[in-house]
Nanobody
Framework: QVKLVESGGGLVQAGGSLRLSCAAS????????MNWYRQASGKEREWVAT???????NWSDSVKGRFTISRNHARNTIYLHMSNLEPDDTARYYC?????????WGQGTQVTVSS
């Protein structure tokens, strides 16, 4: 059974940094394309970033240059490193992966950036 668990969210001031974690089970995260999405209150969920099995990444324009991704193979975890955070980054962040025809999501972790 595939399970994704996000953590690391919190309240941070504008300009600050956070590291979100997505711990995977039931899959080998480093062999998958893993995605980060976010959903602000009252808005639709939006794609943030993708890391592929070969380590290449794609980023939404809104976070490019401020966010990075790393992976810990031993912990089967991917990380979203967020820096220079802005109030518009306030949202619930979700980890996602498509696997064998299904889309798997974690429960999300809330990030709130104060101005």
């Amino acid at each position: 059974q595939v399970k994704l668990v996000e953590s690391g969210g919190g309240l941070v001031q504008a300009g600050g940094s956070l590291r979100l974690s997505c711990a995977a089970s039931g899959i080998v995260a480093s062999r998958m394309s893993m995605n980060w999405y976010r959903q602000a209150s009252g808005k639709e969920r939006e794609w943030v970033a993708t890391v592929r099995s070969d380590g290449t990444t794609n980023w939404s324009d809104s976070v490019k240059g401020r966010f990075t991704i790393s992976r810990n193979h031993a912990r089967n975890t991917i990380y979203l490193h967020m820096s220079n955070l802005e109030p518009d980054d306030t949202a619930r962040y979700y980890c996602n992966t498509p696997f064998r025809g299904n889309d798997y999501w974690g429960q999300g972790t809330q990030v709130t950036v104060s101005s």
